[in-house]
Nanobody, 120 residues
């Protein structure tokens, strides 16, 4: 099995910064794309940012220029540096990963989520 464990969430004032981490562990041969999503109360889960195994990135328009996604392939970990946070960024943040457990077989996993609250 594979587990994704997020950390780094919390309460921060508007304009502040937080860095989220998500570490994958278990039966892993390699990891393809990894990403961050968020879900605010009463809203659908939405994409925040994704990163390929080669480092290619994609961001939601709402976070471009403020958030940076990165990864450490040796540690099977993806990060989300969040700067200039706004109250609208308040949500539960989830990481995901497309994990190759044996060559030719890719599985999609989600983390359990970490709460980010931005006060005005």
């Amino acid at each position: 099995q594979v587990q994704l464990v997020e950390s780094g969430g919390g309460l921060v004032q508007a304009g502040g910064s937080l860095k989220l981490s998500c570490a994958a562990s278990g039966s892993i041969f390699s990891i393809n794309a990894m990403g961050w999503y968020r879900q605010a109360p009463g809203e659908q889960r939405e994409l925040v940012a994704t990163i390929t195994s080669g480092g290619g990135t994609n961001y939601a328009d709402s976070v471009k220029g403020r958030f940076t996604i990165s990864r450490d392939n040796a540690k099977n970990t993806v990060y989300l540096q969040m700067n200039s946070l706004k109250p609208d960024d308040t949500a539960v943040y989830y990481c995901d990963a497309y994990v190759v457990r044996t060559p030719g077989y890719e599985y999609h996993y989600w983390g359990q989520g970490t709460q980010v609250t931005v006060s005005s």
